[in-house]
């Protein structure tokens, strides 16, 4: 099932990363999709705090993927924005290097095809001045409770 919801505020997409981070588990792959300044790093600020991640959580465009393993759960924090093709994401490997914790990958969208059937997009989207922020489930993640989030 998919769901939606509104954040009118950053208080609010930080604590919605919060929430999110209780559903996640070993070898999960979530991907963040939305246009630059949606909340994209916001939200996935918000799920290192709920992980116990205690290193501030900055974009990885620069350098492709950030690694934080001092949570509950490690987790890979990638931005694929700047790969030129599929191979190139296959070849870092990051869905088994994360296998162990979860994948976050920011600008996901373009790489959905190199994914596993298992995985969750979430979309960001500017609605004047809130965003609205859409789950959607693929694979095993239509059996997890989505629904807890709003």
């Not at 992980?51 to 501030?56: E, F």
């Not at 088994?96 to 914790?101: I, K, M």
């Not at 789950?135 to 993640?141: C, I, N, Q, R």
């Given at each position: 099932?998919?769901?939606?919801?509104?954040?009118?505020?950053?208080?609010?997409?930080?604590?919605?990363g919060r929430r999110f981070a209780a559903l996640l588990t070993a070898g999960d792959v979530v991907v963040l999709a939305g246009r630059l300044g949606t909340g994209k790093t916001l939200f996935a600020s918000g799920v290192a705090i709920g992980?116990?991640?205690?290193?501030?959580i900055t974009s990885p465009t620069f350098v492709i993927e950030k690694v934080y393993r001092d949570g509950f759960l490690p987790l890979i924090h990638a931005d694929v924005y700047r790969l030129g093709s599929l191979a190139e994401f296959d070849d870092l490997e990051l869905v088994?290097?994360?296998?162990?914790?979860?994948v976050l990958i920011e600008w996901g969208d373009t790489i959905l095809d190199?994914?596993?059937?298992d995985h969750l997009v979430i979309r960001f989207v500017i609605d004047g001045d809130d965003r609205v922020i859409s789950?959607?489930?693929?694979?095993?993640?239509h059996e997890r409770e989505l629904a807890v989030l709003t």
């Open positions: 099932m998919s769901v939606e919801i509104r954040s009118s505020s950053p208080d609010e997409t930080l604590a919605l992980l116990g991640i205690s290193t501030q088994d290097e994360g296998s162990d914790g979860a190199s994914l596993p059937e789950f959607a489930p693929h694979g095993s993640w």
